[in-house]
């Protein structure tokens, strides 16, 4: 079975080390991105299983959603954010495979969006 693939966008270093350090010991391989439109401009030739999104302001999260969404509508997204109302915003515009954890997550929390999604 070949293992599943997650892409991470996220411009902190540490905490994309850190998300790659679960991501990887879970057996994931990660790809790693910076930049939003890199990101978005190799999801089509990845083909991942799951994308990860740090913090990004709410603007460019939904428009971050809404265009993974219009490359592959069954792709889900965990977003990494300290507002937990954009899970809400993502399930009103029918999107019910995103999901919101807090910037200050923890290892436990991670591995259980990953398992939901």
Known sequence: ???????????????????????????????????????????????????????LSNARVSRFVNTVKMKNFSLPVLIISGDRTLGDSAASNGFGDVKVISVNFKPAEIKGAINTL
């Open 1 to 55: 079975m070949p293992q599943s693939k997650i892409v991470i966008l996220e411009s902190d270093q540490y905490r994309r080390d850190y998300i790659r350090s679960i991501v990887s010991d879970r057996g994931y391989i990660p790809y790693i991105f910076e930049k939003e439109t890199i990101c978005l401009d190799n999801l089509v030739p990845l083909d991942p299983d799951l994308v990860i999104s740090g913090p």
